[in-house]
């Protein structure tokens, strides 16, 4: 499903942007749009936490659905 790739590269994004700031103290998304308070990056950190939440439904969804999307 199309949301579902979506949420997912979110959920990369987010992750990457984590993992950089727990590595090197270096927000990559701040870095991008202009600072943590930035209209666009808090468009961007909600968006990966909606796409979390999404995510969510993957645990439940049953493998028969996902085999059909294949």
Do not use: H, K, P
């Amino acid at each position: 499903m199309l949301m579902d790739r979506i949420a997912l590269a979110l959920l990369i994004v987010g992750g990457v942007n984590w993992g950089s700031v727990g590595l090197f103290r270096f927000d990559i998304v701040a870095w991008l749009f202009g600072g943590q308070t930035a209209t666009v990056s808090r468009v961007v950190y909600t968006l990966v936490g909606l796409a979390a939440l999404w995510c969510v439904s993957l645990l439940f969804r049953s493998d028969s659905l996902v085999d059909e999307e294949v």
